[in-house]
């Protein structure tokens, strides 16, 4: 769980010579995570390169699209904010991506050399009114993340509609950083945000979808 090798993963899903004709899919995740921004690169290479085929609990099946879906990123907003400020989303009909430049402070290095840095969570309020926390990897948040769609685990419904039409059915509007491991970053911290465009259409739908 690093940004060398969640783009290393993400190589493997976008190159003809290694990506796998189908993937199944778990969002099952470990330690609490966010199960879709763990691995930001991958997550972004898969989605480009896969749609939706078939859903049998608790996995998805995807199958290699035959032409990737090309997208564009435009930057929202740039700006330097606390690391514990609250970080509200722009309405937009595009989904939004984060970057985060996140640097540890004398306390998180000297921990990260001795041992480790202890967890970092996000708080997701989505505009259904639910709050939920998950915890993320600092370090990946600097790939670009989609943020604006958080599935919880083990909802597979939301994550084949999202993957087949686009559709977010419970889209996030407000989030912030929280847990133990904060005080061991920096107080301030770079933050981007940017609108994703698909260029070729949305995602295929497919209509073969098994429910048992």
Not at 139 to 154: A, D, Q
Request: proline content about 7%.
């Amino acid at each position: 769980y690093t940004p060398y090798l969640d783009g290393w993963n993400a190589d493997f899903f976008s190159e003809d010579m290694t990506a796998p004709a189908f993937i199944v899919l778990s969002l099952r995740a470990v330690d609490g995570r966010w199960p879709l921004i763990e691995s930001p690169l991958a997550w972004n290479a898969i989605s480009e390169n896969y749609e939706f085929h078939l859903m049998d609990p608790p996995f998805l099946l995807l199958k290699r699209r035959s032409v990737p879906r090309e997208v564009a990123y435009r930057a929202l907003s740039d700006s330097e904010c606390g690391t514990m400020q609250e970080i509200t989303l722009p309405e937009t009909a595009g989904w939004v991506f984060i970057t985060a430049e996140m640097r540890l402070n004398l306390r998180g290095r000297i921990a990260k050399l001795f041992y480790r840095v202890p967890e970092v969570t996000i708080r997701a309020a989505f505009e259904n009114g639910l709050v939920v926390d998950g915890r993320c990897i600092p370090e990946n948040l600097r790939s670009k993340t989609l943020i604006s769609f958080l599935p919880l685990p083990f909802e597979l419904e939301e994550t084949a509609a999202f993957l087949r039409s686009g559709h977010e059915p419970d889209r996030v509007k407000q989030i912030a950083l929280g847990g133990p491991g904060l005080a061991y970053y920096r107080r301030t911290m770079k933050v981007t945000l940017y609108e994703d465009r698909i260029l070729n259409g949305a995602a295929a739908s497919n209509e073969h979808v098994a429910d048992e």
